[in-house]
């Protein structure tokens, strides 16, 4: 497993974490980053607002 942090900009922007496969694409990335915002299951590390522009993935 390796952990990945997205910043989902919507109406606020959030910065996220969440774990995935060491071996996960892009879009495995993408989908786990949508499920867990979605289910309210990923550390939120930071909150500013903003509006929808795009999720940008950044690996540690």
């Known amino acids: 497993m390796k952990?990945?942090?997205a910043e989902i900009i919507e109406t606020t922007r959030f910065k996220a974490t969440v774990?995935?496969?060491?071996?996960?694409?892009e879009k495995d990335i993408y989908n786990e980053i949508d499920l867990a915002y979605i289910d309210d299951d990923c550390e939120l590390i930071e909150e500013t607002f903003y509006e929808i522009t795009n999720i940008k993935v950044e690996e540690k």
Do not use: H, M, Q, W
Not at 19 to 25: C, F, G, M, Q, S
């Open 19 to 25: 774990e995935v496969e060491d071996d996960a694409t």
């Open 3 to 5: 952990k990945v942090t």
